[in-house]
């Protein structure tokens, strides 16, 4: 969409098209995949080295004989936790190349416009990456809220826990996100200097020669006249230059994010309490 929404011109859309197709190449690459996989084994086995219980802290990771781990234990420890690594560390390179693709984009020559409706020079579109990371969202949601359960089921927890689970998720995923949207602040910001001043001049002549035609003393009939509709249409446009956002991104977007990731601590509250306690509190 980048390539054919008018902001570039060919030679910008040329490189466009070279970026992004060397961000699939590496997104894709199988000695990324390969270093994944290596880098999350070796952090595995550093773990089990450096800290052996920590494969032991369920009971059910522990055998009959407390003698090693159980078949269970065996599966968290060779494929359950490095699948999950595999994937977080997945999506950080997803993530990364984004953000080089982002910043590329962003040093081009964007013919960004103040006054576009979206309130974002035009780059409006680029927010439903945002909503696209609500599957991120919920992972990592679903990922703390466990947590979070067991904290609260086990009597673990401290002041600090809702601040450092249920808003420390919530931080690194906006971050996540968001994040890579912040290389276009600098043209966004000129762009809107640049049009809260022509724009201004505009409107400031637009009511100057509108106060001159019904404030000079002559009676002219209302109904007739199309400049109330003039004036409303230009300081409309005008509005929407001075309300340009610096970062390409909506509530809407921010808020379904958001309640993607707090979704799965809905559950985890309710099995963390007991069960008497639900029952009483439900009419």
């Known amino acids: ?104 984009v962003s040093r081009l020559d964007l013919r960004l416009v103040a006054a576009h409706p979206d309130q974002a020079g035009g780059l409006g579109f680029l927010a439903q990456s945002v909503r696209a990371f609500c599957i991120v969202g919920t992972g990592l949601g679903a990922i703390v809220a466990g947590r979070f359960g067991y904290v609260y089921r086990h009597d673990l927890a401290t002041p600090f826990t809702n601040l450092l689970l249920v808003g420390g998720v919530t931080v690194l995923t906006l971050a996540l996100a968001v994040g890579p949207l912040l290389f276009f602040m600098r043209p966004l910001m000129q762009s809107w200097r640049q049009g809260a001043l022509e724009y201004g001049v ?56 958001v309640a993607a990731t707090l979704a799965p601590f809905v559950p985890a509250m309710f099995l963390s309490m007991p069960t008497e306690a639900v029952i009483v509190a439900t009419p």
Request: charged share 20%; net charge negative; proline share 4%.
């Open 1 to 104: 969409h980048v390539q054919v929404s008018g902001l570039l011109d060919e030679a910008d859309q040329r490189r466009v098209r070279e970026a992004l197709e060397a961000t699939r190449r590496r997104v894709h690459s199988l000695w990324a995949e390969a270093v994944v996989v290596i880098v999350v084994y070796a952090q595995v086995a550093s773990l089990v080295t450096l800290e052996p219980q920590i494969l032991r802290q369920a009971e059910w990771q522990v055998a009959a004989n407390g003698a090693g781990l159980s078949a269970a234990g065996w599966w968290h420890g060779v494929v359950s936790a490095p699948l999950l690594l595999a994937l977080l560390l997945g999506w950080v390179w997803r993530i990364a190349n984004w953000a080089w693709f982002l910043r590329t």
């Open 202 to 257: 505009l409107a400031s002549d637009m009511g100057v020669q509108f106060e001159r035609s019904w404030f000079g003393g002559s009676e002219r009939p209302m109904l007739a006249e199309p400049d109330f509709s003039a004036a409303t249409d230009l300081y409309q446009v005008v509005g929407n230059v001075y309300a340009m956002r610096f970062i390409p991104v909506d509530p809407r977007s921010l808020i379904m994010l």
